[in-house]
């Protein structure tokens, strides 16, 4: 069974930091490229950060400098390091999994989502 956990969200003041954490299972996790994504009120989710096979990063631009995508395939979990947090970081953050593999085929999973809300 496919699972991914996220964890870490939470309330915290501008300027303040998160760590988020995405445990997996259920899945070949070194095969496949780990992204973050988020989703604020009433706009689209929209694709954070990511992690790729082999190890490549991508950064939204309004969070290069702040948020650092990472990965540990030993423990089959990802990280999100969010810091200098801004109000408009708020909304729920998602752990996708993607794979595509030489045939064609691809195989993808969600998390269920962590919320984080910046706010004084």
């Known amino acids: 069974q496919v699972q991914l956990v996220e964890s870490g969200g939470g309330l915290v003041q501008p300027g303040g930091s998160l760590r988020l954490s995405c445990e997996t299972s259920?899945?070949?996790?070194?095969?496949?490229?780990m992204k973050w994504y988020r989703q604020a009120p009433g706009k689209e989710r929209e694709l954070v950060a990511g992690?790729?096979?082999?190890?490549?990063?991508a950064y939204l631009e309004s969070v290069k400098g702040r948020f650092t995508v990472s990965r540990d395939d030993s423990k089959r979990t990802a990280y999100l390091q969010m810091n200098s947090l801004k109000p408009e970081d708020t909304g729920v953050y998602y752990c996708n999994a993607r794979l595509r593999e030489r045939d064609g085929r691809e195989y993808e999973y969600w998390g269920q989502g962590t919320q984080v809300t910046v706010s004084s």
């Open positions: 992690v790729g096979v082999p190890t490549m990063y």
């Open positions: 259920g899945f070949a996790f070194h095969d496949f490229a």
